[in-house]
């Protein structure tokens, strides 16, 4: 059966997230697997590169699908688009090697987490910046930020499920390959963050730890030994989910 590559871009303010959930819940899985199955008569589980959480937000995700379909793959794409509400869309669509799958074959992430610095609110990034009206010392966040590559345990930034506690043998090592901090004090700030795999809630466990550097609130040089420590009640909050977005997933 053949198997299609779709990239996706979606705003994930009123999904539950990606995965399918319990009936009545609205998820980016759900809604795709609901229009394919309208195009091709049968229903198939979608795969996501990534599962993002509720109000997190897509410009690059990758998703993988077998169906049995005659559709040439940009037709395939065309006819989702008809269907699929307007905060979801399909920007590339192709045929992927035999057994590909969306997730396990990925290399890498990339996720940009945005805060809006502004004094003034911003209507047109209400729903994509995490918004910060205190002066931020970018450059003490960029020194924190040094820190961060590398293989590490980075479970003082994740929130563990119960199901993950206990999980015998669970690792909580991951390898950052790129973390950098773009933009401008006042205006905005990007935090960009590339790896291989990322723990639950990390990068905005990270995000929020960066802000408290920020705001000077813990130091620059706090970094090591808050990793160290592998608590997550001494790093900084998680932001809100509606600053962060997939951007692209590398293979």
């Known amino acids: 059966m053949p198997v299609f590559r779709f990239v996706l871009e979606y705003d994930g303010t009123d999904f ?6 319990r009936e009545g819940e609205r998820t980016v899985q759900g809604v795709l697997e609901d229009a394919l199955a309208e195009i091709v008569g049968a ?3 979608v795969i996501g590169a990534g599962r993002t959480d509720a109000g997190v937000h897509a410009e690059g995700q990758v998703a993988s699908v077998e169906i049995e379909t005659a559709l040439a793959p940009e037709t395939l794409g065309r006819a989702l ?11 590339e669509a192709a045929l992927a090697p035999p057994g590909f799958h969306a997730r396990y074959h990925a290399r890498a992430k990339v996720y940009r987490y945005s805060i809006w610095n502004g004094r003034q609110p911003s209507p047109l ?7 910060v009206r205190a002066p931020l010392d970018l450059e003490a966040m960029r ?13 003082c930034f994740e929130t563990r499920p119960e199901r ?5 043998g669970r690792s909580t090592l991951r390898r950052l390959d790129r973390v950098e901090l773009s933009g401008a004090a006042g205006a905005e700030i990007h935090l960009e963050l590339e790896g291989s795999g990322f723990l639950r809630h990390m990068v905005r466990a990270i995000a929020g730890t960066l802000l408290e550097v920020g705001r000077a609130r813990r130091g620059p040089g706090s970094l090591p030994a808050l990793l160290a420590a592998r608590d997550r009640r001494a790093a900084g909050p998680t932001a809100p ?10 293979y």
């Open 143 to 155: 020194e924190a930020a040094r820190h961060l590559p590398g293989c590490h345990d980075f479970s």
């Open 164 to 168: 993950a506690i206990s999980r015998p």
């Open 16 to 21: 539950a997230g990606w995965q399918r959930q």
């Open 125 to 131: 990034r209400r729903r994509r910046f995490l918004a």
């Open 43 to 45: 229903r198939a589980p």
């Open 81 to 91: 688009n008809a269907r699929l509400p307007l905060d979801v869309a399909v920007r």
């Open 241 to 250: 989910a509606r600053g962060l977005t997939l951007v692209r997933v590398l």
